[in-house]
């Protein structure tokens, strides 16, 4: 066996040489002369013949010398490093818990949940020095260099989300917080089979021991809803069978019930009329993964959007792209007439001064008022009734300008806005332009107006290209839902994993209660409720990877991932300089009571 077996810096055992010097000092020392006192002969004859003894003497003489010698061997041995192999776990000093909150956490096993059997282990799994990582909708460090008590009590705290989870930002996060010589010890079902395997790499890479602990009880039978789509006023939902056998399923809505049959794997999808107001869509009878047994729809309490045109020419493009929406009660009007008041949006298009009356432009802003819409159509010369209703102030016609910025807006986003032939040029007064020619006259803007909103379109209707393009129904889709304050089906519904956002704080009404917020994450399945205004925003799962909760064992991935639950236990230098250390410092204290029992101190 070599020095190098034992010691970890062999050349500090040099230091013996040490000893050297001590012995010969010992040996050149003379023998102290004896003395005989007349007045103490008598105690030693009481003593016996014992104290007298040689070898007695003579090592009470030398008891000094040896320890010296051991005090000396300590610190030379300690100097060299004596070190003992042990298991790389024992010497684990720092751990730091990732642990998944993930939807298919949530599959219920007969035990209670995948995640209550992920957080019992995580609370066993503690060292001197612990870290909590959460893998939520967004991953967040819950506890920061705590006892075993304080990531009990964390652990306690957290909950699995109905979202899906980005397990490797989490795993590299955990990483980015261990110290040196530190463990991280994920515990997940790792149902999803990308993302995380890249970040278990980096770190192991760093020297970091990182276990895998998988959840993977349950789950076999799931068959869920994983997709929608709106078209008008329908929906349409994308059932899936996730088990090994055929599966038989009823999905209801409102009164409505159809039954599907799905083969292994397979897809059915069956379509709903949206109710008013919404409601929820279930698959019977449920399995152990409830999340995607549900679809939350939410729906406008009054889905159709009564439109009042006002018009002294009617344009047929016009009627035509407003006429197509399902949704929408279209009402052509010629001034001068009477309004009543019982729409959601007028529109004003093409009108003769003279003939446009003062109660018709009184009728919108009476609907701003009521938290309505009103949009003005340019054309070559407006009437001077609109007042503020019209967003620009008019300074004659352009022709054939060059589109210049277009707003991410959701009005325009993804339309392609065609130069104008004919355009109404001045400044905008009020409100926002969402599209500007390179001269700057707004195309397109909004604005504000009490309760209610203003929409300008500065295409003039006669020399109007965007009305050949079959992107003009789709906007103007959007324009009125956006005057009547509705929004679509696709923006009224959710998947887990998004967030609601604010311009200011908002009172939202969530599935766990009421929060204020500018930023809300929907990680739960349900309806929000927003503001005062209780417009209800439907959330559900809607994830095919999520909803596939039969996990493959990770020892069976290993050829494909290339990662192992668990490194092998590696062989580690547990260093031993201390104890020997700390024995040399008990020799001193004893060499230190011999002196003072001997006298000599």
């Keep these: 066996m070599a020095l190098s077996d034992v010691f970890l810096t062999p050349l500090g055992l040099v230091a013996l040489l040490a000893v050297i010097p001590v012995i010969l000092l010992y040996l050149v020392q003379p023998d102290p002369r004896r003395v005989e006192l007349p007045t103490l002969r008598f105690l030693l004859d009481e003593a016996g013949e014992d104290a007298s003894n040689p070898l007695l003497e003579r090592l009470n003489r030398n008891v000094l010398l040896v320890l010296q010698l051991l005090v000396l061997i300590a610190l030379a041995v300690s100097l060299a490093g004596p070190y003992m192999s042990v298991s790389e776990s024992r010497t684990v000093e720092e751990t730091v818990i990732v642990l998944d909150g993930s939807a298919s956490m949530g599959v219920e096993t007969g035990d209670g949940t995948r995640f209550d059997a992920a957080v019992a282990a995580a609370s066993e799994s503690t ?196 006429s197509v929406v399902d949704e929408v009660q279209l009402t052509v009007d010629s001034p001068p007439t009477t309004v009543k008041d019982d729409y959601d949006v007028i529109l004003y298009s093409d009108l003769e001064s003279d003939r446009l009356l003062r109660g018709n432009v009184e009728a919108g802003r009476n609907l701003l008022k009521a938290g309505g819409g009103v949009g003005i159509l340019a054309q070559d010369d407006p009437p001077d009734g609109y007042g503020d209703l019209l967003l620009i102030s008019p300074d004659g016609v352009g022709t054939n300008p060059s589109i210049g910025r277009v707003e991410n807006d959701e009005l325009t986003r993804g339309i392609d806005f065609p130069p104008p032939e004919e355009y109404l040029q001045g400044s905008l007064r009020s409100g926002t332009a969402l599209v500007r020619t390179t001269d700057g006259a707004p195309l397109v803007a909004t604005d504000r107006q009490g309760s209610g909103r203003v929409l300008y379109y500065g295409y003039v209707a006669t020399a109007d290209p965007f009305r050949f393009n079959y992107q003009y129904p789709v906007f103007w889709k959007r324009a009125v839902f956006h005057l009547a304050g509705r929004e679509s089906l696709d923006s009224l519904n959710r998947e887990t994993g998004s967030r609601l956002q604010f311009a200011n704080a908002t009172d939202v009404r969530t599935p766990d209660g009421t929060v204020s917020a500018r930023t809300i994450p929907l990680d739960r399945t349900g309806f929000y409720v927003v503001g005062d205004d209780e417009r209800r925003i439907g959330v559900s799962l809607y994830s095919n990877t999520e909803s596939d909760v039969d996990a493959t064992p990770l020892d069976d991935r290993t050829a494909e991932t290339g990662i192992r639950a668990r490194e092998e236990d590696r062989q580690v230098p547990l260093s031993l300089t201390p104890l020997v250390a700390l024995a040399a410092l008990l020799i001193v204290v004893g060499e230190v009571a011999y002196l003072r029992r001997r006298g000599d101190l």
Excluded: C, M
């Design 127 to 322: 060292t001197g020095t612990n870290s909590v990582v959460f893998a939520g909708s967004e991953s967040r460090i819950a506890l920061r260099t705590g006892g075993a008590d304080e990531v009990t009590t964390t652990l306690e705290g957290l909950a699995v989300t109905d979202a899906p989870t980005d397990l490797g930002a989490a795993i590299s996060q955990a990483a980015s917080i261990a110290g040196e010589d530190a463990r991280i010890v994920v515990f997940s079902d790792f149902a999803d089979d990308t993302g995380w395997s890249d970040d278990v790499q980096s770190a192991r890479a760093r020297d970091l021991r990182v276990d895998l602990r998988q959840f993977d009880g349950g789950g076999d039978d799931n068959v869920g809803i994983v997709d929608r789509s709106f078209s008008g006023p329908n929906v349409t939902l994308a059932v899936k069978n996730f088990g090994d056998e055929r599966a038989t399923r009823s999905v209801t809505l409102d009164d409505r019930t159809r039954s599907i049959a799905l083969d292994p794997g397979g897809v059915e999808r069956v379509e709903f009329t949206v109710p008013a107001g919404g409601g929820d869509a279930r698959v019977t009878p449920g399995d152990s993964f409830p999340t995607d047994d549900t679809a939350y729809v939410a729906a406008p309490s009054d889905p159709t959007v009564d439109v009042l045109l006002l018009t002294n020419d009617q344009d047929r493009h016009l009627t035509t792209a407003l």
